[in-house]
């Protein structure tokens, strides 16, 4: 799920590609951490037996607050990414 969650990332127009390790920053393995729950939704894509793509969603809690979700001082998506 790491490359999944990296490629997932908005890269805006005139932005080159973060290095990998921006999926460790502390607002992201929240995303893909114990995938699995109850309060998890993933879907994936296969061809000839390779995974080809995903999509998820999940409900978080309070203790699993991320970059721009309501109510947080957590840092958006610009202040990451420059």
Request: negative net charge; glycine residues 8%; aromatic residues 8%.
């Amino acid at each position: 799920m790491d490359n999944f969650l990296y490629e997932a990332i908005f890269i805006a127009k005139g932005h080159e590609k973060s290095d990998k390790e921006i999926i460790k920053i502390p607002e992201l393995p929240y995303c893909i951490k114990d995938l699995g729950k109850d309060t998890d939704l993933c879907i994936v894509a296969e061809s000839q037996d390779n995974l080809m793509g995903a999509i998820w969603t999940r409900i978080l809690n309070e203790t699993e607050k991320g970059f721009d979700m309501p109510g947080t001082k957590g840092r958006n998506q610009k202040e990451m990414l420059g």
